[in-house]
């Protein structure tokens, strides 16, 4: 027994030995911030950009998110992103994973080429969408113009220059770029959905559609709830395409203060550090986590609740 305590001992420390420089880079950039973030979220902004020298304000972040009307029109700016970028991508992943699942002439080259977009940076598929949209010499533009004439919206103000039409475009533009993770997730889930399943429905005489609405997206449930819990996250989280693509604008006017219509929650935590509010985009920052927290902790309620409901059938 001695023995076995001194060799597991042993075993230990050299395990700890292995991990001592993830776990030392995991405590500096990740444990530490998170804990210094909200130690920064009770103090006040500084005059010189330095953290050296702030003043304790207690809870007057957290009271100041509150009255902030920016904040709060972030806020439902990223709850209109992620309505239409997690519908639209689920859509769009299920579509193509459908359409590569079948005996397509050249499917692995299609998958690996709807798949590419989604390794790429995201701050550089910002700048290539962009250049896309832009009047008069993007493509979009360009092509517009010679299917109907230079006087058309594509080719004067742009998707990325109206108010009413930006934040879709950026939608479109990152359910496109995304669309392949997903698609590759649909494929392995569809891959493994038993072929006797089908077969049993086709001798019950069911439909296409039926077959898919009774058993392919059950049997998706847990790919979709997986892209539906990480679609929040993400649009709680976006702010590169927003930084790449239109800065927070078009500007808009809504009761008496100018707003940016594509600045969502991220890109306006951005600002106030950019400004130097430090302690002010901390406590914003806490306020996201603990919205986010609800929110995934509802859906799973809601799902387990369905899950409970299908068990029970």
């Given at each position: 027994?001695y023995?076995?305590?001194?060799?597991?001992s042993?075993?230990?420390?050299i395990s700890f030995?292995?991990?001592?420089?993830f776990?030392?880079?995991?405590?500096?950039f990740?444990?530490?911030?998170?804990f210094y973030?909200f130690?920064?979220?009770?103090?006040?902004?500084p005059?010189?950009?330095?953290?050296?020298?702030?003043?304790?304000?207690?809870?007057?972040?957290?009271?100041?998110?509150?009255?902030d009307?920016?904040?709060?029109?972030?806020?439902?700016?990223t709850?209109?992103?992620?309505?239409?970028s997690?519908p639209?991508?689920?859509?769009?992943s299920?579509?193509?994973?459908?359409?590569?699942?079948?005996k397509?002439?050249g499917?692995?080259?299609?998958r690996?080429?709807f798949?590419?977009?989604?390794?790429l940076?995201m701050?550089?598929v910002?700048?290539?969408?962009?250049?896309?949209?832009a009047?008069?010499f993007g493509?979009?533009?360009?092509?517009t113009?010679?299917?109907f004439s230079?006087?058309n919206?594509?080719?004067?103000?742009?998707?990325l220059?109206?108010p009413?039409?930006?934040?879709?475009?950026?939608?479109?533009?990152?359910?496109l770029?995304?669309?392949?993770?997903?698609?590759?997730?649909?494929?392995?889930?569809?891959?493994n959905?038993?072929?006797?399943?089908y077969?049993?429905?086709?001798?019950?005489?069911?439909?296409?559609?039926?077959?898919?609405?009774?058993?392919?997206v059950?049997?998706?449930?847990?790919?979709?709830?997986?892209?539906?819990?990480t679609?929040?996250?993400g649009?709680?989280?976006?702010?590169?395409?927003?930084?790449?693509?239109?800065?927070g604008?078009?500007?808009?006017v809504?009761?008496?203060?100018?707003?940016?219509?594509?600045?969502?929650?991220?890109?306006?935590l951005?600002?106030?550090?950019?400004?130097?509010?430090?302690?002010?985009a901390?406590?914003?920052?806490?306020?996201?986590?603990?919205?986010?927290?609800?929110?995934?902790?509802?859906?799973?309620?809601?799902?387990?609740?369905?899950?409970?409901?299908?068990?029970?059938k």
């Open positions: 027994m023995l076995l305590a001194i060799t597991s042993k075993d230990t420390a030995g292995f991990l001592s420089p776990l030392l880079f995991f405590g500096v990740l444990i530490f911030p998170i973030s130690y920064l979220s009770f103090f006040g902004s005059t010189d950009y330095s953290l050296a020298n702030l003043d304790f304000v207690g809870l007057s972040n957290y009271f100041r998110i509150a009255s009307m920016q904040f709060w029109w972030s806020l439902g700016v709850a209109l992103y992620g309505l239409m997690i639209l991508g689920i859509g769009a299920l579509a193509l994973a459908l359409l590569l699942d079948n397509l002439f499917k692995s080259f299609f690996s080429a798949f590419l977009p989604n390794v940076d701050l550089v910002g700048v290539i969408w962009t250049l896309i949209y009047p008069k493509a979009l533009a360009q092509i113009t010679w299917l230079e006087d919206f594509f080719n004067t103000t742009g998707l220059g109206s009413m039409t930006a934040l879709f475009a950026v939608v479109i533009a990152m359910v770029k995304g669309a392949g993770f997903g698609m590759v997730l649909f494929l392995a889930a569809l891959q959905i038993p072929e006797a399943v077969e049993a429905a086709d001798i019950d005489g069911a439909t296409e559609w039926q077959k898919f609405k009774h058993i392919t059950p049997l998706l449930r847990p790919i979709i709830t997986f892209m539906v819990i679609g929040v996250i649009s709680l989280n976006a702010f590169t395409e927003i930084y790449a693509m239109t800065s604008g078009p500007q808009v809504i009761a008496g203060e100018t707003v940016g219509s594509t600045s969502v929650a991220g890109y306006y951005f600002k106030q550090f950019d400004a130097g509010n430090y302690g002010y901390a406590a914003i920052s806490y306020m996201l986590l603990i919205i986010t927290l609800g929110i995934t902790w509802l859906q799973q309620r809601f799902l387990n609740r369905e899950n409970g409901k299908e068990a029970r």
